[in-house]
C-alpha cells in the first residue's frame, strides 16, 4: 500500500477553508502547524501494517507476529547431559561425548534435563512461523504436514503415512548440529492431529518401494526405519 504525501494532507485541508478566513495569516499558521503534526501520525501509522508483514518483518516486529501465531521464540526442551566415552565411530547426534574428567556419566545413567532454546535467529523463526500457520488453522492433512516440514527443512523433505495414526517424516538431509538440537521444538510447531504418533527418518534418498514417488531395487533406495521421536519426553 503507498502512503500518502504529507505535504499532499496538509494542503488538501488547507483549501478546504471558508474564504473570510484565509486573510488571517496567524490562523492559518495555527491551522497549518496542527495539520502537520496530524499528517505525521497518519504517515507514520501508514506504514506500520508491512513492519508486521510475516514475510518481512524483523526483530521485535517479528517476535509480536510469532506471540499473535501463538508461537514464541523460546521453548523449553530437553538438555542432554554429556556421556563419557572416546569419539572413535560415527557421531551420534544425540550424545555429546566427553572426556574422564569433563563431568560426564555413562550412557543410561542419567536422564537429560531441561532448559530454553530460542530460536534468535529471524529468518529461521520465520520459517517456524510458516509451518506455525497450518497448526494455527488445524490443517491435519498430509499435504499441509508435507508443506509444514519444507518450510523448516526444505524441499527435500518427505512425509509418508505409516497407518495406524502413525506419520514419518524424512529431513531428506543430514541436519546440523543446531537442527538436532532444534528437533523437538520443530515436531511440535508441526500440524500433527491429536492422536498422531510422529516418527523420524534420518535415512538420506529415496524411500524403497514400487510406484511412483518412491526409489526402485536398482536406485540406490534405503529400507525405511523409522524412529517414534515424542517432542516432549525427557526420558
Given at each position: 500500500?503507498?502512503?500518502?504525501?504529507?505535504?499532499?494532507?496538509?494542503?488538501?485541508?488547507?483549501?478546504?477553508?471558508?474564504?473570510?478566513?484565509?486573510?488571517?495569516?496567524?490562523?492559518?499558521?495555527?491551522?497549518?502547524?496542527?495539520?502537520?503534526?496530524?499528517?505525521?501520525?497518519?504517515?507514520?501509522?501508514?506504514?506500520?501494517?508491512?513492519?508486521?508483514?510475516?514475510?518481512?518483518?524483523?526483530?521485535?516486529?517479528?517476535?509480536?507476529?510469532?506471540?499473535?501465531?501463538?508461537?514464541?521464540?523460546?521453548?523449553?526442551?530437553?538438555?542432554?547431559?554429556?556421556?563419557?566415552?572416546?569419539?572413535?565411530?560415527?557421531?551420534?547426534?544425540?550424545?555429546?561425548?566427553?572426556?574422564?574428567?569433563?563431568?560426564?556419566?555413562?550412557?543410561?545413567?542419567?536422564?537429560?534435563?531441561?532448559?530454553?532454546?530460542?530460536?534468535?535467529?529471524?529468518?529461521?523463526?520465520?520459517?517456524?512461523?510458516?509451518?506455525r500457520r497450518y497448526q494455527a488453522r488445524q490443517l491435519?492433512?498430509?499435504?499441509?504436514?508435507?508443506?509444514?516440514?519444507?518450510?523448516?527443512?526444505?524441499?527435500?523433505?518427505?512425509?509418508?503415512?505409516?497407518?495406524?495414526?502413525?506419520v514419518a517424516i524424512q529431513p531428506g538431509r543430514a541436519?546440523?548440529?543446531?537442527?538436532?538440537?532444534?528437533?523437538?521444538?520443530?515436531?511440535?510447531?508441526?500440524?500433527?492431529?491429536?492422536?498422531?504418533?510422529?516418527?523420524?527418518?534420518?535415512?538420506?534418498?529415496?524411500?524403497?518401494?514400487?510406484?511412483?514417488g518412491w526409489g526402485g531395487l536398482c536406485e540406490g533406495?534405503?529400507?525405511?526405519?523409522?524412529?517414534?521421536?515424542?517432542?516432549?519426553?525427557?526420558?
Open positions: 500500500m503507498e502512503c500518502p504525501d504529507k505535504a499532499v494532507i496538509v494542503e488538501e485541508r488547507i483549501d478546504r477553508i471558508l474564504t473570510q478566513y484565509r486573510e488571517s495569516p496567524n490562523l492559518l499558521g495555527i491551522i497549518r502547524h496542527d495539520l502537520e503534526d496530524l499528517a505525521d501520525i497518519i504517515v507514520a501509522s501508514c506504514g506500520m501494517p508491512s513492519e508486521f508483514d510475516i514475510l518481512t518483518a524483523v526483530g521485535d516486529q517479528l517476535t509480536l507476529v510469532g506471540k499473535r501465531l501463538g508461537w514464541p521464540r523460546c521453548h523449553c526442551i530437553c538438555v542432554p547431559v554429556p556421556v563419557f566415552g572416546f569419539d572413535c565411530g560415527p557421531p551420534n547426534p544425540n550424545l555429546s561425548i566427553v572426556g574422564l574428567c569433563e563431568g560426564g556419566v555413562w550412557a543410561g545413567c542419567q536422564e537429560a534435563g531441561d532448559g530454553d532454546i530460542c530460536l534468535d535467529d529471524d529468518e529461521t523463526y520465520r520459517r517456524y512461523l510458516f509451518a491435519w492433512d498430509i499435504d499441509s504436514l508435507q508443506a509444514a516440514a519444507e518450510h523448516i527443512w526444505g524441499d527435500d523433505v518427505t512425509v509418508t503415512s505409516m497407518g495406524g495414526a502413525r541436519l546440523t548440529a543446531i537442527e538436532e538440537i532444534q528437533l523437538p521444538v520443530a515436531f511440535r510447531v508441526l500440524p500433527l492431529a491429536p492422536g498422531v504418533t510422529p516418527h523420524i527418518s534420518r535415512d538420506v534418498g529415496k524411500i524403497f518401494g514400487f510406484g511412483a533406495s534405503i529400507w525405511f526405519c523409522p524412529q517414534e521421536f515424542d517432542p516432549y519426553n525427557c526420558a
